[in-house]
């Protein structure tokens, strides 16, 4: 018995190999095998780029994160740059007054001591015509032997 289903398993192996069966099936099975492997070769190709997506995607995220951080920089000093822009202009104000008082006081001090120097001129003078004065008196006082020279 063993024998007959032997020799029947082997009768429709050549019946299929004739047929041309069994060689679609290998081919359907070589294709099937190819596309496998061109499958893992394409999820290790993936998985090579995994890493590299995933360093890109991070990269990507901390730009934007750092490019949120920049504008909040920017709003929160234009806003602070607002709020005290009544302030600075206070102070403006202020320094402004204190420059005009300073630019008097210098103009007061000037004409002090271009006062001061016309009373100081004026009194030399008087001092001097009274030494001229006074060696004037002199020399009239006393007789001169020399004449005086024409």
Known sequence: MKR???FGRKALFYVRVLSGYEE???RS???QLQQRLQQ????????RRVPEQVILSEVRNMVGELQALNKQLEETET???EHFKPIEKEAEA???MQLEREATAMVDMMT???????LQQIEAEK???KQNLKSKHLQEGSPTTSQPER
Request: overall charge positive.
């Open 4 to 6: 007959l289903i032997e």
């Open 24 to 26: 679609r099936r290998i």
């Open 29 to 31: 099975y070589r294709l």
């Open 40 to 47: 893992a070769e394409e999820k290790k190709a993936a998985i």
């Open 79 to 81: 806003q602070i740059n």
């Open 94 to 96: 202020i320094m402004e």
């Open 112 to 118: 002090e001591s271009h006062r001061q120097t016309l």
């Open 127 to 129: 001092k001097m015509a």
